[in-house]
């Protein structure tokens, strides 16, 4: 079975612009979950969605946001990039909402310049 | 509120070295533990799990028992090898009133070196 992909891996914006990160889950799973890992903050949750529903939220400003499609895979955007989104962009899918087990994806290496 | 407390590290052992990584959480409610390992540019990988105390989580030799009355999930291994050199995440879900939040609590990591 196919694990959690994501695409791009690697991404280089400028400040200002915006950008979009897919995740698609491993098949029959039907949350994500987003997270963003930096040397300074660590890992920290940005939103789950379930039923292409958002069911939880981390603190982020609203700059962050996603979305769910019927086939469960998922997309984060990011408006009007600072420096500081400059992060791994890690996917986690989890056979249903609350289920404790997530399965990471690899990863999307977003610079900000 | 939930938190994770590890270890900083980072830890260097000599290969067939004891390992042992602290972990200590705070939960509102009945948490689920984890252990996650992340080697050099990729994902995270699910090392092992509890989901109630006294539980021990085991995988690929490494080992973590859920003690409740210390909050304690403590990761060790015998023997450890130079490829098992990673950064480990330490990790909750918590659970209340039967329904799990659905999101992870991380600690900061502890980069393990393995020399040979």
């Known amino acids: 079975k196919a694990g959690v992909t994501q695409t791009p891996r690697y991404l280089i914006k400028t400040r200002g612009q915006q950008v979009t990160l897919s995740c698609s889950p491993i098949?029959?799973?039907?949350?994500v979950s987003w997270y963003q890992q930096t040397p300074g903050q660590g890992l920290q949750f940005l939103f789950e969605y379930f039923s292409e529903t958002q069911r939880n939220k981390g603190n982020f400003p609203g700059r962050f946001s996603g979305r769910q499609f019927s086939n469960s895979r998922s997309e984060m955007n990011v408006s009007t990039l600072e420096l500081g989104d400059s992060a791994l962009y890690l996917c986690?899918?989890?056979?249903?909402?609350?289920?404790?087990?997530?399965?990471f994806g690899p990863g999307t290496r977003l610079t900000v310049t | 509120g939930n938190s994770v407390t590890q270890m900083e590290g980072p830890v260097t052992l000599s290969e067939e070295a004891f390992l042992t990584i602290n972990c200590t959480y705070t939960a509102t409610g009945y948490p689920s533990l984890f252990w996650y390992v992340q080697y050099p540019g990729e994902g995270l990988q699910l090392l092992l799990k509890a989901t109630k105390a006294d539980d021990k989580g085991s995988n690929k030799g490494f080992e973590a028992t859920y003690r409740k009355e210390t909050t304690s999930f403590h990761l060790e291994k015998g023997s450890v090898q130079v490829s098992d050199s990673a950064v480990y995440f330490c990790a909750l879900s918590d659970r209340i009133r039967g329904s799990t939040l659905g999101r992870l609590y991380f600690g900061r990591g502890t980069q393990l070196t393995v020399w040979p």
């Open positions: 986690a899918s989890s056979l249903e909402t609350g289920y404790y087990e997530q399965y």
């Open positions: 098949s029959g799973h039907r949350s």
